[in-house]
């Protein structure tokens, strides 16, 4: 949708300045309405919120938002809250304490719009980039029933967990990754220059090479010809592979393959689950119904697959089936789930159990995620000897062969 710049004057009488998002300037101005403002002009604007006024070098310049300055928002406004700050002078000496200029101006958007009439959801809702749809929708349930200073408590725990997921997983994989990129640069050295100088070698012998040696040496003419062309098919590839997962139907096919792929595959699921479970369950014990709470979970799982059973859980459960019954037939949740979901239905506590849910995925992630090196480096091994038998075949056994035939002459 477009964006519009407008000019307005709250209740006091001042004049306010902003960007709002809309299909039209007649729906924009009913926006203002609603918040209590009278619009004096509307006019198209060119750029969002996040961009007006800026140029470019101050764009390259802006410090991205991470969801640790998230984490850290949302701990330090339940402090605030909880200590009987209003919300404006809790954003305002945030503001004046933050080192990340892009949170700052974030900051005082939101407290320009609180001033307009805004809630603050509404608020966080113009950085989307910020605040994801579950957040959003967690801080207006907070504002509708009173509790906002615990919904920013349980934000901030489920960010806090979200992270340090993320980081095991990221700490995992290092290793396997570093080796992985030694390998390849070495492949790519060995192609390059050893080969190469073998090949003249051998051609001064003017002997029959094993069929290994013929191979190496023509991959190697290959590679030396062809590695421009090369790299340009692979950075092809990478950025056709990167169009194709933002389409629909892209996203949609990468993400069910990433739950099939071998030893990150079940981490992946599980994690991915454990997140929603979790997210349910905060979303439950938050006031927030079924059928809403579904649709705001299915936005955060990450996983356009699993997002899809979740978005046909919610139509079954809007049809009136229960929720045992469509999270069977969605087939991602284990018996022991199933069973849990049954039980929950029964006593009316799914949210407790949904919580015990997660937390017994995220143990089965935490452990899978301690022995991943452990699995992926059996692999490495293999693969590593594997590559040196070639190249030792490939490039000693013509040497061994001519040192045979030397000593029977």
């Known amino acids: 949708m477009p964006f519009f710049s407008y000019k307005a004057r709250n209740a006091r ?8 998002e809309g299909p039209d300037s007649a729906a924009v101005a009913d926006m203002l309405f609603n918040g209590g403002m009278t619009p004096v002009e509307i006019a198209v604007s060119a750029r969002g919120p996040s961009t007006q006024q800026e140029g470019l070098l101050e764009r390259m310049q802006q410090q991205k938002i991470t969801p640790v300055d998230v984490m850290l928002f949302s701990r330090q406004m339940y402090t605030l809250l909880k200590a009987g700050v209003p919300i404006m002078r809790a954003l305002a000496g945030l503001q004046e304490s933050t080192h990340n200029n892009s949170m700052k101006k974030v900051l005082q958007d939101m407290r320009e719009s609180l001033d307009g009439g805004r ?3 509404a608020a966080m809702r113009r950085h989307p980039d910020v605040f994801n749809p579950f957040y959003v929708s967690m801080v207006r349930v907070g504002e509708a029933t009173g509790m906002l200073e615990e919904i920013f408590l349980r934000l901030f725990h489920y960010i ?14 290092r290793y396997p990754t570093f080796v992985v990129i030694a390998m390849v640069v070495a492949i790519a050295i060995i192609n390059l220059f050893v080969i190469p100088a073998f090949a ?3 051609k001064g012998f003017n002997a029959e090479l094993p069929m290994m040696t013929k191979i190496l040496i023509a991959s ?3 590679t030396v010809q062809y590695w421009p062309l090369m790299l340009a098919l692979l950075a092809g590839a990478i950025y056709g592979f990167r169009l194709y997962i933002a389409t629909p139907v892209g996203r949609y096919q990468w993400d069910r393959l990433k739950l099939r792929l071998p030893v990150v595959g079940s981490i992946i699921e599980k994690a991915t689950l454990s997140r929603f479970a979790r997210s349910y369950a905060l979303t439950s014990r938050s006031g927030v119904p079924i059928v809403q709470g579904l649709s705001v979970v ?3 799982v990450d996983n356009d697959y699993i997002a899809k059973k979740i978005d046909n859980i919610r139509e079954g459960v809007e049809r009136g089936d229960s929720i045992l019954r469509t999270a069977a037939a969605s087939g991602v949740f284990t018996p022991v789930v199933l069973q849990m979901v049954a039980v929950g239905e029964e006593t009316g506590e799914l949210d407790d159990l949904m919580q015990e849910v997660a937390e017994m995925y995220e143990r089965e992630v935490a452990y899978e995620v301690d022995n991943l ?3 992926i480096e059996p692999i490495l091994i293999v693969g590593l000897g594997i590559l040196v038998l070639i ?3 490939g490039v000693f056994l013509p040497i061994w062969d001519l040192g045979k035939a030397a000593m029977h002459k």
């Open 13 to 20: 009488g001042d004049l306010i300045e902003g960007i709002q």
């Open 391 to 393: 190249l030792a075949l």
């Open 220 to 222: 190697s003419d290959f």
């Open 373 to 375: 090196s452990a699995k």
């Open 298 to 300: 299915a936005q955060v």
């Open 200 to 202: 003249k070698v051998y």
């Open 119 to 121: 809630e603050l959801s």
């Open 160 to 173: 806090e967990f979200e992270k340090s997921t993320r980081d095991k997983i990221k700490s995992a994989m």
